[in-house]
T-cell receptor, first 108, second 114 residues
Framework: KNEVEQSPQNLTAQEGEFITINCSYS?????LHWLQQHPGGGIVSLFMLSSGKKKHGRLIATINIQEKHSSLHITASHPRDSAVYICARETSGSRLTFGEGTQLTVNP | NAGVMQNPRHLVRRRGQEARLRCSPMKGHSHVYWYRQLPEEGLKFMVYLQKENIIDESGMPKERFSAEFPKEGPSILRIQQVVRGDSAAYFCASSPGQHQETQYFGPGTRLLVL
């Protein structure tokens, strides 16, 4: 079992739909990171959170420390949101352990 | 403020050659992380360095791989005697501090071993 599990692995949505990607981890963390990997391969950090909820534009990230679970939500999805979304847990040593990623495709 | 820079962006080596990958962190960042992404696989941690110190190298293969982050200049990931299995994208990230800090990723170096 991976230390970081993401679901779904693949997700296809229509433009405008509300999207949720889930992340579960098996051990305690100091922080949980959400990253976006573009089709060209570049990686962008979206959120780093250790509790509660963060919002940036149409993106919302939540975390439940007790349940060891985080979600990434995209409201009013757009084709340019198509990418791989990766969650990663950070432990006290600062290294990140990554999930396998969720491939999101948003069709016009 | 320039982002994290990596060079070269693409590197082709023949088996047995050496590969040197460079990473210049964002200005003001003294923490550097190297990650590897094998084809069709997820990202894996390799090594975490601060200026002149290796903090955590638990993800580095035991042989042929080394990393440094000198007082002056970029961080270097060095792969000696490359093999085809080393073909991957190597990403560097930097952060201003150690814990609970956003890591900013470079564009990656795509290494192809022929």
């Amino acid at each position: 079992k991976n230390e970081v599990e993401q679901s779904p692995q693949n997700l296809t949505a229509q433009e405008g739909e509300f999207i949720t990607i889930n992340c579960s981890y098996s051990v305690g963390i100091s922080a949980l990171h959400w990253l976006q990997q573009h089709p060209g391969g570049g990686i962008v950090s979206l959120f780093m959170l250790s509790s509660g909820k963060k919002k940036h534009g149409r993106l919302i990230a939540t975390i439940n420390i007790q349940e060891k679970h985080s979600s990434l939500h995209i409201t009013a999805s757009h084709p340019r949101d198509s990418a791989v979304y990766i969650c990663a847990r950070e432990t006290s040593g600062s290294r990140l352990t990554f999930g396998e990623g969720t491939q999101l495709t948003v069709n016009p | 403020n320039a982002g994290v820079m990596q060079n070269p962006r693409h590197l082709v080596r023949r088996r047995g050659q050496e590969a040197r990958l460079r990473c210049s962190p964002m200005k003001g960042h003294s923490h550097v992380y190297w990650y590897r992404q094998l084809p069709e696989e997820g990202l894996k941690f390799m090594v975490y360095l601060q200026k002149e110190n290796i903090i955590d190298e638990s993800g580095m293969p035991k042989e042929r791989f080394s990393a440094e982050f000198p007082k002056e200049g970029p961080s270097i990931l060095r792969i000696q005697q490359v093999v085809r299995g080393d073909s991957a994208a190597y990403f560097c990230a930097s952060s201003p501090g150690q814990h609970q800090e956003t890591q900013y990723f470079g564009p990656g170096t795509r290494l192809l071993v022929l």
